[in-house]
């Protein structure tokens, strides 16, 4: 089915757009009261991500609610460590927590290559979101980039510093390397099987990237990375990886459409580093949209000159916050729209 | 009383050294056996540190056991607030907690300007430190920079992301630069005090600079270090702002001897950016430390040749983590004390 507003996708590609399209990380979630409504209904969060029906009421609520440019489909990086033979919990505001981790090369070789099939609700809650999108916007996929996923594999639980998970990259680097390879094996099958089931457009989440020095950054993530770029070329892909200011110059050489950009980061500079071949998505500080409306049109709009009309998809630099008032998201998602150069 | 070992404050002006100085952010604390023995003995944290007798046992452990070229005085930055009327509490694996936080107009001008005498344990330490180091090393004293003592004043505990206080930047800018100036005078008169009773060097610590855009972090921290910065000119002042990686260029400016890097930057790229005429400290990553000493030793001799002989400070990137081995440790300080060019 042809889509209705592209623009994403064509902002992705480096076509002309006649305006910056705009979406929100975390836009399917807890600032919805229609989110929680749902999300009331169910036992947890997993059954939420595990039930097709209800992952395609959420994906989509944003779309009506605020008018976002852009449908990603509700689901949870985590997935993969599961499908992998890593079950989690989500523990009600402690978050994701395993009760097996990975420490040996024992638990290396039991691990096994996560396939399509083995995330089908992810497969037909795309299908099914696709439908009933009838073609309104584009659906962005995703997945965790392997050293995110690596990270609470080893961890085992959230952590400040991932300090278990970096010091595995130190004492046992060949297993790490082992272990990410099978990751990215995983995740490659996992994102071509989104693409299969309806996906318009992927992105790559790499939350820990920030606590790695630089030179294991390219060791440990980027290399990795590059061979999930390599492999999927069928739709425009983007790599966030958080905290990363020190990989804008080797992220602008990865093969993929567009970068995500935290609000850390200078743009001007970010486009320099990264070069004129990427589309930059981001970066507003998730805390604007405390302030009042005023500042949040000031400061989007300040935003949207410094990226330029062109190869830009507007965005937050982070997820949004729980506590964010539904009517200052919906006034920052207008004020991109109705802005022209 | 003549210092026997000066290297760290002569590497601090830029004087010439005949190798490189090195001391360990939290090197006094839970890796070394010596400081858990008299933590046990304690009712709690704060004991410790409002105890002159004990802070200065555990100050002057480390320079014993592990060899660094400096002391640190064992405290915590969060006697500012509590000096200046928010009481905190240290809670056991959850870090500090305010019954009181800061959150309109009168919290704000109820707070007191803090003075040296409502921090004389400190400044008891400090003397009896200087005392019983009996010239072997020079005593570091610190504070923590305003805009993270201001986001623990107005959050009232850690955070992942400070939302709470970046939102009261947003929305109250008036009422935050405010309160960041009475935090401001507090600490300058806390760190002219700690001069006075016999510090020979001080850091300031922005821990929780990284969630600021660039913009925020000048309008609303970097200022009020650079108002620290002038007034504190006796002795040598090393800025560490963890995750300022933005804000290298204007920290090349302030009034300052050093600037403390994380293992994040880049070190050449940093020595461009902040210039010549400061003394870089850091960066080594403290997950380096648990890898083999063969890894300990091709990593910081590698980090000694990229920042050069003179105008660096050996330190890590961050605190020690507190499951760090005391050997391994020790060992890292060794490669830097046998280390020539």
Redesign the interface.
């Known amino acids: 089915m042809a889509l209705k507003n592209d623009l994403i996708l064509r902002a992705a590609r480096g076509e002309k757009v006649e305006r910056t399209p705009v979406w929100l990380m975390r836009q399917a979630g807890r600032i919805l009261p229609e989110y929680r409504a749902v999300r009331s209904k169910m036992g947890g969060f997993k059954e939420l991500v595990e039930t097709p029906e209800f992952a395609c009421e959420v994906t989509i609520q944003p779309v009506d609610i605020l008018g976002v440019d852009a449908a990603i489909i509700f689901s949870d990086i985590l997935v993969i460590p599961e499908a992998m033979g890593l079950p989690y919990q989500m523990m009600e505001a402690k978050g994701p927590w395993f009760e097996k981790t990975v420490q040996t090369a024992s638990d290396i070789s039991n691990l096994k290559i996560a396939q399509p099939s083995d995330l089908h609700y992810v497969m037909d809650a795309i299908a099914l979101t696709k439908k009933e999108l009838n073609g309104r916007v584009p659906l962005i996929g995703f997945a965790g980039a392997p050293w995110t996923i690596f990270a609470y594999m080893i961890e085992g639980s959230g952590s ?2 991932f ?1 278990k998970a ?2 595995f ?3 046992e680097p060949v297993l790490a390397h082992q272990l990410l390879q099978k990751i990215t094996d995983s995740t490659i099958n996992y994102l071509k099987g989104q693409i299969v089931a309806g996906a318009d457009m992927l992105q790559l989440f790499d939350s820990w990237a ?1 606590v ?3 030179e ?1 950054y390219n060791e440990f993530a980027l290399k990795y990375i590059a061979q999930i770029c390599d492999a999927i070329t069928e739709v425009p892909f983007t790599v966030f990886a958080k ?1 990363a ?2 990989a804008r110059r080797e992220m602008g050489k990865l093969n993929c459409t567009s970068i995500g950009l935290d ?4 743009i001007a500079e970010s486009r320099e580093m990264i070069g004129n071949s990427k589309t930059l998505q981001g970066n507003m ?4 949209l ?3 409306k005023a ?1 949040i049109k000031k400061e989007a709009e300040k935003m949207l000159r410094a990226f330029g009309p062109q190869r830009h998809i507007a965005n937050l630099g982070h997820g949004l ?1 729980p ?1 964010l008032d539904k009517d200052k998201v919906k006034y920052f998602v207008e004020v991109v729209k109705e802005f022209r150069f």
Chains 1, 2 share one sequence.
């Open positions: 400040k510093t300090s970096k010091k990259l130190y004492t920030g790695l020095s630089p294991q905290d200011h020190f609000w850390t980061v200078d500080d998730p805390c604007l405390y302030a009042d500042t916050y506590d």
